[in-house]
């Protein structure tokens, strides 16, 4: 069993930045590739980005492309998201998930964290 933990949530002005942190349980972090979704309230999760085991792949929603950053520090077991240019349509709950055979897609994962929350207001 792995758990995740979302951290750096909040709330800022448009134009500003956050940066989430996922801190995982496993000692095996390094096995699993990681991703971030959101969930804006009456909308489905949606896929923001995701990132390989070793970190040397990355893939990006087109709406966050150019702004946000997803990155993972294997020794700390953590995977980050750094966001910037924030726009009040990225006001969601953002939850990290892993997959051990698997890029882990907003309905696909092995494990996923309980969320934190992005306000951005305009």
């Known amino acids: 069993q792995v758990q995740l933990v979302e951290s750096g949530g909040g709330l800022v002005q448009a134009g500003g930045s956050l940066r989430l942190s996922c801190a995982a349980s496993?000692?095996?972090?390094?096995?699993?590739?990681m991703g971030w979704f959101r969930q804006a309230p009456g909308k489905e999760r949606e896929f923001v980005a995701t990132?390989?085991?070793?970190?040397?792949?990355?893939y990006y929603a087109d709406g966050v492309k150019g702004r946000f950053t997803i990155s993972r520090d294997n020794a700390k077991g953590t995977v980050y998201l750094q966001m910037n240019a924030l726009k009040p349509e990225d006001t969601a709950s953002y939850y990290c998930?892993?997959?051990?055979?698997?890029?882990?897609?907003?309905?696909?994962?092995?494990?996923r964290g309980q969320g934190t929350q992005v306000t951005v207001s305009s």
């Open positions: 496993a000692r095996t972090f390094s096995s699993y590739a």
């Open positions: 990132i390989t085991r070793s970190g040397g792949w990355t």
């Open positions: 998930a892993a997959g051990l055979h698997m890029v882990p897609t907003p309905t696909t994962y092995d494990y």
